[in-house]
């Protein structure tokens, strides 16, 4: 075990010098690698940040649950005993048949409903169910639909099918972009591990001459692929970043047109590792596939 992280050590030490030994090349191929992996990076980030925009100026979408006029107090406490039991349910709230007639006259029907001789509007309840998965809100509201004394339920989800229709088709774009640059990535490594080969070739042949095994003679290549990967991992983290910047008062400046209160946030600590890890993959596989190809005549 300490023979191979020794062995490991002593290639990513050869790996680190061949970097360092070409600053140019070594500043070329981050740019290429991050400034790719910042478009697709910063296209998920700006969908989660659309979403949590969206989400603040329409309002969380609820499920109205009207009770038969009949009902009585008996009724109602038996429906709130549901929806305190109720798993998938994040908040709810009683709207009784006398606050809905203020809120309808508030609202500017007071000369429609002062004809009336009685309050027509039946108690309610408003329930926010937990997320916003269109599954859920469909599978409560059938639920709540036969519950007793339960005359009409209204599903207000229409527009949330339509964000994550939406949302979902802008998250697939996203992950083909990254795919197509991805493989492109992976080609600029492979091109780049082939010419090391080749200028190293006199010095893998020698090495080879005394015993050097395929493992140690491959073991520099893949780091030097992987470290190039993740260079530009952080170049990419380093470009969506100062997109954040620039675009973060002007996103300020929309929500407020709006009347919602709304910061444009950056990748956090789990999507920055993400990004990085991702980049040296590319790296390594790009590394990887061109050792194999290139190494075996060398």
């Known amino acids: 075990?300490?023979?191979?992280?020794?062995?490991?050590?002593?290639?990513?030490?050869?790996?680190?010098?061949?970097?360092?030994?070409?600053?140019?090349?070594?500043?070329?191929?981050?740019?290429?690698?991050?400034?790719?992996?910042?478009?697709?990076?910063?296209?998920?980030?700006?969908?989660?940040?659309?979403?949590?925009?969206?989400?603040?100026?329409?309002?969380?979408?609820?499920?109205?649950?009207?009770?038969?006029?009949?009902?009585?107090?008996?009724?109602?406490?038996?429906?709130?005993?549901?929806?305190?039991?109720?798993?998938?349910?994040?908040?709810?709230?009683?709207?009784?048949?006398?606050?809905?007639?203020?809120?309808?006259?508030?609202?500017?029907?007071?000369?429609?409903?002062?004809?009336?001789?009685?309050?027509?509007?039946?108690?309610?309840?408003?329930?926010?169910?937990?997320?916003?998965?269109?599954?859920?809100?469909?599978?409560?509201?059938?639920?709540?639909?036969?519950?007793?004394?339960?005359?009409?339920?209204?599903?207000?989800?229409?527009?949330?099918?339509r964000l994550h229709a939406l949302l979902g088709l802008g998250r697939s774009a996203v992950l083909i972009l990254a795919g197509l640059l991805g493989f492109a990535l992976v080609i600029v490594t492979f091109n780049t591990i082939r010419l090391q080969i080749l200028t190293q070739r006199q010095e893998i042949a020698v090495s080879q001459l005394l015993g050097a095994t395929d493992p140690f003679i491959r073991r520099p290549f893949y780091w030097f692929g992987g470290l190039q990967g993740a260079l530009g991992g952080l170049v990419a983290l380093g470009t969506v970043w100062l997109g954040v910047q620039a675009l973060a008062q002007p996103v300020v400046r929309l929500a407020e047109t709006y009347g919602a209160v709304f910061q444009l946030g950056g990748p956090d600590w789990r999507a920055s590792l993400a990004i990085v890890a991702f980049a040296a993959f590319l790296g390594w596989l790009g590394a990887a596939i061109s050792v194999r190809r290139h190494l075996a005549g060398a």
């Open 1 to 161: 075990m300490i023979n191979w992280f020794y062995l490991h050590l002593r290639a990513i030490g050869h790996a680190l010098r061949r970097l360092v030994a070409q600053p140019l090349g070594t500043l070329l191929s981050a740019l290429v690698v991050g400034i790719a992996l910042s478009l697709p990076g910063g296209g998920y980030l700006l969908l989660d940040n659309v979403s949590s925009l969206v989400r603040g100026v329409s309002g969380t979408p609820e499920i109205s649950v009207f009770l038969d006029t009949a009902a009585g107090a008996p009724d109602v406490a038996a429906i709130e005993e549901r929806l305190k039991a109720e798993p998938a349910l994040a908040s709810y709230r009683f709207v009784p048949r006398d606050e809905g007639l203020r809120q309808l006259e508030a609202a500017g029907l007071g000369d429609v409903l002062g004809g009336l001789k009685a309050n027509p509007l039946p108690d309610a309840f408003v329930i926010a169910p937990r997320g916003e998965d269109p599954a859920v809100f469909a599978d409560l509201a059938e639920r709540a639909r036969g519950w007793p004394r339960v005359a009409h339920v209204q599903l207000d989800s229409a527009w949330v099918e």
